[in-house]
């Protein structure tokens, strides 16, 4: 089966500009995940989907990110504006089950450069 | 809250030697899942190994297994025969039963040295 698609792979932004990011899940997989990973961190959770519904944005910063994922299916995140602190790699990943031993699959990932 | 702490930033092993990754979790639940990922430079995620807090026995998937002890809440990962494929960050994580939401530990940066 084809894996999570995102793009675009790099970005740079200047500060206060707006910058947008979009993730194709696995075929049938219901729950969508966009993480953000800070150089030499973890990912840390931003917003998590359960088909078109928002399940968990407690860790977005709605003052500047919001994101959708409409019919279901695709996603975009988008920053604006942006800040220095946003450089990071944003990972989506998407996964069937919405319970029990849930297996997430992650994207590539994009790659976002603030000066 | 759930956190996941790992310890070591950095290790590094021989090829074909074994190398063990240390994980602990703090949580109050009784029924969640752990996972190990593998994040090569191309950073895509990658499964390597899960275990079920409700089973006793120790995860395997080939060369990687895990040594998991509920009480001390500790997860550590054993990689035999270390190959060079094997070089990458490894993250340890966390999820609770019906959540899945997946928290992550800093990382392990494991190098394989020929």
């Known amino acids: ?115 | 809250a759930q956190t996941v702490t790992q310890s070591q930033p950095e290790m590094s092993v021989q090829e074909a030697e074994t190398v063990t990754l240390s994980c602990t979790y703090d949580t109050s639940e009784s029924d969640y899942y752990l996972f190990w990922y593998k994040q090569p430079p191309s950073r895509q995620m990658i499964l390597v190994i899960r275990q079920e807090a409700y089973k006793q026995q120790n995860a395997t998937e080939n060369r990687f297994s895990v040594n998991f002890q509920k009480a001390a809440k500790s997860f550590s990962l054993k990689i035999s025969d270390s190959q060079l494929g094997d070089a990458a960050m490894y993250f340890c994580a966390y999820t609770v039963q019906g959540a899945q939401k997946l928290v992550f530990g800093q990382g392990t940066r494991l190098t394989i040295n020929p």
């Open chain 1, 1 to 115: 089966e084809a894996g999570v698609a995102q793009s675009p792979r790099y970005k740079i932004i200047e500060k206060r500009q707006s910058v947008a990011f979009w993730c194709n899940p696995i075929s049938g997989h219901a729950t969508l995940y966009w993480y953000q990973q800070i150089l030499g961190q973890g990912p840390k959770l931003l917003i998590q989907f359960q088909n078109n519904g928002v399940v968990d944005d407690s860790q977005l910063p709605k003052d500047r990110f919001s994101a959708e994922r409409l019919k279901g299916v695709d996603s975009t995140l988008k920053i604006q504006p942006a800040k220095l602190e946003d450089s990071a790699v944003y990972l989506c990943a998407s996964s069937k089950r919405s319970t029990g031993a849930n297996v997430l699959t992650f994207g590539a990932g994009s790659r976002l450069t603030v000066l």
